[in-house]
């Protein structure tokens, strides 16, 4: 038995890790605290920052010995801030961000603080990428193990749909491997049924050959011609490749040079998107997203597809208060268009936005119990969010976020990307998961039947079990 599988005090675990161990007084600690979302604000008893598998198996035995609650962080992303708990132990993997890429065999091990940036920069060294999000500082982890949806999931697929096995450090303070042969119950329920079943130190991925140019279209309408704009939208996407991935994406006119200075800081509809197979295949395909409607601002480019990956880093800043509400779509009906656009006449706040996601594709294709995710027959991911600075108008956005939401509540399927989900959506967690979550309970009450890993959108262990 060594050392770590001994500590039960916060002393004890601060000799066995490698990494550092932070308390309240420690230089670094409200910095390590700290998450994307500045509504959140706990404070940890302490913050392990793990620096390898065995730091963090030193995390779990410890909390197991100690009863101390623990929560696990890699990118900070989530918006409900479920990584970082107050008075437990929080799992920092931020210092875990090693990406190394196997060109011949075309793919990739993560360690799970890397971010989508790092991770894409090393992988288009080599001309490849595998689906993930849309903003580079979004954490690989917890993209991939609630699904992970980005430009390009209509033609690979989810982020999780191209895992291929993890190193996980499960309840019970063992590491294991998980894949389609070893661990197939663990392995489906990682992919979609977020943090629940486990600590992941490193993913396996299937890359693709991707760009690294890639074409690219943003394509800026007036508000007052949203409806028109979003009905020839969805006609172009119904039949478009599965290459093309394009959402269109409410916003303010940002006060920079290029945009109209009469349309500054007011609302706009752009179809933002690119296409993931070779440029000059594109260009038919995203001239149709161009010839809709008369754009005020058009560019049509090919870019390095890691330039694109972090082109909207700038609209959602690390550390700004934000609420936000999602739903899934079965279709774009006119019902939700107008019910949309009903509701909104303004954005509130400099950093809100409304996008919806292009799904179907490689996403359909895949059998419904394929991964724990359940939502493949989604052909649309609808999300409002407000960002702003101030306290003071904490209630007038959040307000404003669930009118919206609860407009388009009636044209929605009902489910929710558990990705999605905000601080007080514990009411939507059996829809995240869905026609899964039954399956999922049964195969966490295998692996984690203490529900120690419960700093999460939570599969209760015992839900197969009371029904
Ligand atoms: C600006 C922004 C843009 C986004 N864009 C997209 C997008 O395009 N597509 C998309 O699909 N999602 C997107 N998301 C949502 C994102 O996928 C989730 O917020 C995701 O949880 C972020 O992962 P993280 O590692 O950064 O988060 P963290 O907050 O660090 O972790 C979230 C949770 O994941 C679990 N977790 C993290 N790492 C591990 C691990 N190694 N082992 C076990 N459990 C773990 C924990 O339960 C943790 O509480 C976006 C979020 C933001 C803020």
């Not at 075309?106 to 971010?115: F, H, K, S």
């Not at 894949?179 to 396996?204: C, K, Q």
């Not at 290459?243 to 349309?263: D, T």
Request: with cysteine.
């Amino acid at each position: 038995m060594g050392q770590a599988e001994m500590a039960t005090t916060l002393e004890g675990l601060e000799d066995a890790l490698r990494g550092k161990l932070l308390r309240p007084e420690d230089e670094g600690y409200d910095e390590a605290r700290a998450v994307w979302n500045g509504m959140v604000d706990r404070h940890p008893a302490a913050i392990a920052r793990c620096e390898s598998a065995a730091d963090v198996l030193a995390c779990v035995r410890f909390a197991r010995a100690s009863g101390m609650p623990l929560s696990v962080k890699a990118g900070g992303h989530q918006a409900a801030g479920k990584a970082v708990c107050d008075d437990g132990l929080v799992v920092d993997l931020g210092e875990m961000d090693a990406v190394r890429v196997d060109p011949d065999t075309r793919t990739a091990r993560v360690e799970p603080g890397a971010t989508l940036g790092q991770f894409d920069r090393e992988a288009q060294t080599f001309g490849l990428a595998t689906p993930a999000g849309v903003h580079s500082g979004t954490g690989v982890a917890g993209l991939t193990l609630g699904g992970g949806i980005g430009w390009l999931a209509r033609t690979f697929g989810l982020a999780s749909d191209n895992l291929v096995a993890a190193d996980v450090v499960t309840a019970d303070g063992e590491l294991v491997y998980a894949s389609e042969h070893e661990h197939p119950d663990l392995f489906w329920a990682l992919r979609g049924g977020g943090g629940n079943f486990g600590i992941v130190t490193s993913f396996e991925f299937q890359m693709h050959p991707v760009g690294p140019e890639v074409l690219t279209v943003q394509a800026f309408h007036h508000f007052d011609d949203a409806r028109d704009v979003l009905r020839a939208y969805r006609e172009v996407m119904a039949e478009a490749p599965d290459e093309l991935g394009c959402y269109p994406m409410i916003m303010n006119v940002p006060p920079v040079e290029g945009f109209p200075e009469e349309l500054h800081g007011k609302p706009a509809l752009a179809l933002v998107g690119c296409y993931s197979g070779p440029v000059v295949e594109g260009e038919p395909v995203v001239a149709r997203v161009v010839e809709i409607g008369e754009p005020f601002l058009e560019v049509v480019a090919p870019m390095p597809y890691a330039t694109f990956q972090s082109s909207f880093d700038a609209g959602t800043p690390d550390g700004v208060r934000y609420y936000g509400k999602a739903h899934l779509l079965s279709e774009l009906s006119d019902g939700a268009i107008d019910a949309l656009l009903g509701v909104v006449d303004h954005l509130p706040g400099p950093f809100t936005m409304i996008f919806l996601e292009s799904l179907g594709g490689a996403i359909a294709r895949r059998p419904a119990d394929a991964t724990a995710w359940p939502h493949r027959q989604a052909t649309f991911g609808f999300a409002v969010q407000a960002g702003w600075t101030e306290p003071a108008d904490d209630e007038e956005q959040i307000a404003w976020v669930r009118r919206v939401h609860e407009a388009m509540a009636p044209h929605a399927t009902g489910g929710v990307y558990v990705n999605y989900l905000d601080v007080d959506d514990g009411d939507r967690v059996a829809a995240a998961y869905g026609e899964h979550y039954r399956r999922l309970s049964e195969i966490k009450q295998r692996w984690d039947p203490d529900n120690l890993f419960r700093a999460n959108h939570n599969v209760d262990p015992l839900v197969a079990a009371r029904t």
